[in-house]
């Protein structure tokens, strides 16, 4: 799914820890569906065309967090509010409302055919999952970003991705696209078994997929329980990425830097959303960080 023929070829990341590139502009685009697969019961692929193609999209090998910004039709009027990127900032005109906005990882996107892939967690709740779960070809999203490339290391031979659905599409790019000869443990939590789905791995790189259930609990989280059973030692130095649910992640955070002290390079958690909370920023200092 991260096919990217012509695209993302650019100097790879060799140093320690994430790199991060600023992009000079922001994009504006209007994408529309060109199709829909439902991965699981909760989780669908929605594939997506540019109106303007000639836009095109900026698209890195080993990034595999970066992130857009996507904007929904007003529920209760069927309007969409698609800022303009202007030097203050995002506009809108005065009358046209609040936008309707949820950050979103880049799943994949393809140079050959101009299609854009992101995956959903479908749910009857909130703006975005419920569009998802009624989306059909030709339906409309507007889309701003990325503003910059977040790529991981390729100098490491050992990776471990962890997170919930909502990490999902982390950990399947980088399972795709390690680096030849390294080994990514990636541990998954989601619902139960049906939430479970095959993954595919690069050639030549070891994978250890493990899958962890909630079993319909909205709060007890078994993701620390199963990040605890990876052994992390300093003989054998990894890249450490975590993304989830930002209050479940403290006690994660707290255990790889404060209890194993792995160096703040090589560790990056990450709350992508937090119950009670719309557009989470994710960027700010989360809690339990530790420096």
Known sequence: MSDSTGVGEARPNRERGTRVEVLPTIGRRILRVARVHQLTPRYRRITFRFDDPSTGFPFRLFAPADHIKLFFPDPRT?????PVITERGWQVPPDAG????????????????????????????GVAGSWAARARPGDQLGQLGPRGHVLFPVRHERYLVAGD??????????LEEAPVG?????????????????LRVRPGVAADIRWVHRGGSAYASPLEDAIRAVPLTDAEPAFVFVAGEATSLIPIRRYLRGELRLPQERVEVDGYWKRGIANLDHHAKADGDEE
Do not use: N
């Open 78 to 82: 069927g309007i969409l509010v698609v």
């Open 98 to 125: 609040a936008p309707l906005f949820r950050d979103y990882t880049v799943r994949g996107f393809d140079a050959g055919t101009g299609e854009l892939t992101v995956d959903f967690v479908v749910h009857p709740h």
């Open 165 to 174: 659905e909502t990490a999902l599409p982390v950990i399947m790019r980088a």
């Open 182 to 198: 390294s080994r990514v443990t990636a541990v998954v939590e989601v619902d139960d078994v049906a939430d479970e789905q095959p």
